[in-house]
């Protein structure tokens, strides 16, 4: 009997804290310079793709976004 293999795919890729470090605090420190929010994305976002050139632009551009965001208050 042959065995079936399956394919799974992960959406997020497997990330190092120095990465995520790096993301936030290019972000942060471009924000507090007085940048524009959506510079700061994109900067953070090329930090992120130099770390994960694998990943696509914008699943990148998600998970970068997810990082940087505010928490949601109610």
């Known amino acids: 009997m042959k065995s079936m293999r399956w394919?799974?795919?992960?959406?997020?890729?497997?990330?190092?804290?120095?990465?995520?470090?790096?993301v936030q605090r290019c972000?942060?420190?471009l924000c507090d310079c007085g940048q524009p929010e959506r510079y700061?994305?994109?900067a953070a976002?090329?930090?992120?793709?130099y770390?994960?050139?694998?990943t696509p632009?914008?699943?990148?551009?998600t998970i970068v976004s997810q990082w940087?965001?505010?928490p949601v208050r109610h």
């Open 7 to 22: 394919l799974t795919i992960d959406p997020y890729p497997t990330v190092s804290l120095n990465c995520r470090d790096a």
């Open 27 to 29: 972000y942060a420190g």
């Open 40 to 42: 700061a994305l994109e």
């Open 45 to 49: 976002v090329t930090v992120f793709r």
């Open 51 to 54: 770390h994960h050139p694998e």
């Open 57 to 61: 632009p914008f699943q990148a551009e």
């Open 68 to 70: 940087v965001a505010s």
